[in-house]
């Protein structure tokens, strides 16, 4: 891998936009001092607040004033739940939204060393190694190039390992998928930045590096770089928020969301992996027969039904929505369907968005209850022609201490009373 001496980026320095800031920038793969991620959080959400009391009459007397903010309605108050610190999580509650977009604050988090404050005026991405041109850019250069937007997802690698492992009846979409959101991203395609240094042609991997403590740093090949990757600074109409990687971060559309490595501040281009322990001691699988699974960047075809789920009590016969949430990291979603026998038969949802690359559709498939047992699932099939499988078919092929990268079908049993608990032995 080529070394990058202070001398060789100070000469190349000359054609920095300006704003370069060179002091603190590792000459190599440091160390990395974080500490290990915490097991998959299923700690249960705080008591709901007292329902707000609303007057008899709303049209007897004046409302509230304009505010410098918005608020949601007191009667709706979805959290994450969080779990560690500074390592951790917190995971959004799918089951209380709607759509697709995942408001910014209902985001889930993931991160190895508490959330850095990061001044947008000093923060640099600096882009050395196999390129003709080193060059550090602040967040005000790459707003100079021509932008983009663009809705995709981000999922952790270990989101769904609770229904996978130690499937639970009484588990929400919350824990059991709830490392996952789709947002609106604004940013440049990170191609332009590549060609704006200059990437020789014998560079075939970039690392990339995050401004955090434990400066968390992925190999990526280069090949995505040329693809779809975007450097983004807006999420959702609004600057990034410090919990998502401002002042700016790497977005890998498709990929497992670590690779996406927030807080941005250093891409290196070589030839090879560069092996850093986030891809030694995590993020790899190991498989039943001693061997693992390394680099396994895209996230699989995969969905949630998210409503009717646990705790829901239907108490009413006849027809209902079940709906949820559809992904794949691998193109479009072509094809959500739904069974209500426990994978016996099953009947074609119908996609309520037009799917788009790497993004997420929402499906809905109208049941009509008539007060017997039943057990719902879903199953995605994408355009690649992945079919979502079962965890007996996961089981079968990677074993039952598989870390990463679950998709199983998973889905909610209905008994006579209209009680809803989670099912995760598909």
């Not at 949802?349 to 997420?360: I, R, V």
Request: hydrophobic share 35%; net charge neutral.
């Amino acid at each position: 891998m080529t070394d990058l001496s202070r001398r060789d980026l100070l000469a190349g320095a000359a054609g920095f936009l300006g704003g370069a800031a060179l002091a603190g920038l590792p000459l190599a793969v440091e160390g990395q001092g974080g500490a290990p991620p915490t097991a998959p959080s299923t700690v249960p959400p705080p008591p709901a607040p007292p329902r707000p009391v609303a007057p008899l009459d709303a049209t007897k007397m004046p409302g509230a004033p304009t505010a410098a903010l918005g608020a949601r309605s007191e009667y709706f108050a979805p959290t994450r739940i969080p779990n560690g610190t500074p390592v951790g999580s917190s995971r959004t509650p799918l089951q209380d939204l709607t759509g697709t977009i995942t408001p910014s604050d209902l985001h889930f988090e993931r991160h190895h060393a508490g959330i850095p404050t990061l001044d947008p005026e000093r923060h640099t991405l600096t882009i050395h190694g196999l390129v003709d041109r080193p060059m550090s850019f602040t967040v005000a250069d790459i707003k100079r190039f021509p932008q983009i937007t663009r809705t995709y997802f981000i999922e952790c690698s270990g989101n769904g390992g609770a229904g996978y492992r130690d499937p639970k009846p009484d588990t929400t979409p919350q824990p059991l998928a709830g490392l996952f959101s789709t947002s609106e991203w604004t940013g440049v395609p990170l191609a332009t930045l590549f060609r704006e240094v200059g990437v020789k042609s014998d560079a075939s991997w970039f690392l990339a590096e995050g401004g955090d403590a434990c400066k968390l740093a992925r190999s990526i090949p280069i090949a995505k770089a040329w693809d779809d990757a975007m450097i983004v600074w807006a999420q959702n109409g609004e600057p990034l928020r410090p919990a998502q990687g401002y002042p700016m971060r790497l977005l890998l559309p498709g990929f497992e969301g670590n690779s996406n490595v927030k807080w941005l501040r250093r891409l290196e281009l070589g030839t090879k992996p560069w092996m850093t322990r986030w891809e030694t001691s995590k993020y790899t699988d190991p498989m039943p027969d001693g061997t693992a699974r390394i680099f396994t960047f895209e996230i699989d075809a995969k969905s949630v039904i998210t409503s009717p789920c646990y705790p829901n009590m239907i108490t009413a016969r006849g027809w209902r929505s079940v709906n949820g949430l559809a992904w794949s990291g691998r193109g479009r979603i072509t094809r959500v369907e739904v069974s209500i026998d426990g994978g016996t038969s099953w009947h074609d949802a119908e996609l309520l968005n037009t799917p788009q690359p790497k993004s997420t559709v929402r499906f809905q498939y109208m049941w009509n209850w008539q007060g017997t047992d039943a057990t719902l699932l879903s199953r995605a099939t994408d355009d690649a022609g992945y079919v979502q499988p079962t965890r007996a078919a996961m089981v079968a092929e990677r074993g039952e201490f598989t870390d990463y990268h679950y998709n199983q079908i998973i889905g909610w049993k209905v008994d006579r009373s209209g009680a809803v608990t989670f099912h995760g032995a598909t």
